[in-house]
């Protein structure tokens, strides 16, 4: 026990590190883990007495945790046996791609990301880009909602800012939970998706082991109370109208449902821009008739240089107005013990069409789309006083018009969409597909062909 024993300096050195190794794994690293564990639980207290709607304990189990319980649900498990009999596999190569599955969907949602940072950046970059205008009864409507149910917004989808408006909105409310398409599985932005607390959805993927994993974890976070957005078009609009919803997520919502259980409350939000940032790549996609969106990172990032640089002089000016209104919420237990999805899918984009943002932009390109001749000013005013008080009831004052419109003609025009004349504003050779594209955003409101367009709305929606 007490002899002399000789090596080497670098096998010494090889011992020690294996040394440290294992005690900082087996104290060091649980110890400050508890410690920075304890000190979040704290926060996460405080921060709760703040929030209309404190964040459910499911939201903030460890990610590992949410991972062995998906896997080994009940159905997950069913789904595994079936793959691996359909596909000629050992059970336990599928219970690994089920498990690979489960660690791309589950989110490991971080407090400290999402308050801290998350809302602060979205917040910022709202206010930077945008006038941001909400609907009167914003808070009133999420005021009015159980405590206990589970709250889910519904939203169309025009532009990849919405998860920022969304975010900015209801961070006074509870932390949200979005479904998030491939288009963010990239490193890092991924990791930072993730820690805000949103799930990865493989939009095309038709195979039955991957859709009963995301299934059953979006009904276990429903059943856990988290806050959901969930985008039912399925992806971006290309053509500025409101599409029938798809029902897929919706799915999962309505048969994890158990009648008697903690309800599942939607509220419908319609959003609607002056302008849309992506406005001339999705409609460059509508041209094409396909969904590839070309919008090259060179071209991004110099136009975000371009902007900050504006900023910085005090030279940039906002997009004009982004506005989102909540439209009257939609129990889910009003259906009844076995609630209809198309039902339920229909009334939901039927709610968000009818709590469409009537702004300027829009009003302004459906006239000259509609005219096909120069408006001059007085004639603009006159018939974008008529939309308002046929639409929402109420009529500004002219003068208040006049400005509004004299600025939307201005915009449109630095975008070669529209040309003034003699007589007024008239459309560039160009420009309608981009007047078409705004004036469609509120085309259901109105008499006529455009209405027609948006009432695909009441068709039968696919899965």
């Known amino acids: 026990m007490t002899s002399t024993i000789e090596m080497p300096l670098w096998a010494l050195l090889l011992l020690l590190a294996f040394a440290a190794v294992t005690f900082a794994s087996h104290f060091l690293f649980p110890s400050v883990r508890w410690f920075f564990r304890r000190r979040l639980e704290r926060a996460v207290a405080r921060l709760n007495t703040k929030l209309t709607r404190p964040i459910e304990p499911f939201k903030l189990a460890r990610r590992n945790d949410l991972i062995q319980r998906l896997v080994y649900d009940p159905d997950v498990t069913q789904a595994i046996v079936a ?9 336990d190569v599928a219970f690994e791609k089920a498990r690979r599955y489960a660690r791309e969907i589950v989110p490991s949602f971080s407090a400290f990301a999402y308050f801290s940072f998350g809302t602060r950046v979205a917040n910022w970059l709202a206010t930077m880009l945008y006038e941001v205008k909400t609907g009167p009864q914003n808070a009133a409507i999420i005021e009015s909602i159980d405590k206990d149910a589970t709250m889910i917004f519904i939203m169309n989808h025009r532009s990849n800012m919405d998860y920022v408006l969304v975010t900015t909105l209801a961070a006074q409310s509870s932390a949200l939970s979005y479904a998030v398409g491939e288009w963010a599985r990239v490193w890092p932005l991924s990791r930072l998706i993730k820690a805000m607390g949103a799930y990865f959805i493989r939009r095309r993927a038709r195979g039955g082991l991957y859709r009963t994993v995301l299934a059953r974890y979006v009904q276990m976070a429903t059943t856990g109370g988290v806050t959901q957005a969930i985008f ?7 053509d500025g109208i409101v599409k029938p919803a798809k029902l897929g997520l919706l799915s999962y919502l309505v048969e994890g449902w158990k009648p008697g259980g903690r309800d599942v409350v939607f509220v419908p939000i319609a959003i609607n821009y002056d302008r849309v940032l992506e406005d001339r790549v999705l409609i460059a996609a509508a041209a094409r008739g396909d969904r590839r969106f070309h919008a090259r990172a060179s071209v991004i990032v110099r136009s975000s240089i371009r902007m900050m640089w504006q900023r910085l002089r005090g ?19 009003d259906y009844g013990d076995a609630p209809r999805l198309g039902d339920l899918g229909r009334d939901l984009m039927v709610r968000i069409q009818a709590a469409m943002p009537v702004l300027y932009v829009p009003m302004v390109a459906r006239l000259l789309v509609r005219s096909g001749r120069p408006l001059d000013n007085a004639a603009l005013v006159a018939q974008v006083a008529q939309i308002l008080h046929s639409v929402e009831g109420t009529t500004p004052r002219p003068e208040d018009i006049a400005i509004e419109v004299a600025r939307a003609c201005t915009d449109l025009a630095k975008r070669h969409a529209i040309f003034q004349v003699d007589g007024g504003w008239q459309m560039a050779p160009d420009g309608a597909p981009l007047l078409t594209y705004y ?11 455009d209405a027609a367009a948006a009432k695909e709305i009441s068709a039968p929606a696919g899965s």
């Open 83 to 91: 793959y691996a009999a359909r596909n000629k596999v050992r059970e």
């Open 232 to 238: 039912p078009e399925g992806g971006l609009t290309v």
């Open 315 to 333: 030279r940039f000016v906002r997009f004009g107005t982004a506005s989102v209104v909540f439209a009257e919420p939609i129990r889910l237990s």
């Open 439 to 449: 004036a469609n955003s509120i085309a259901h409101f109105l008499p006529g062909a």
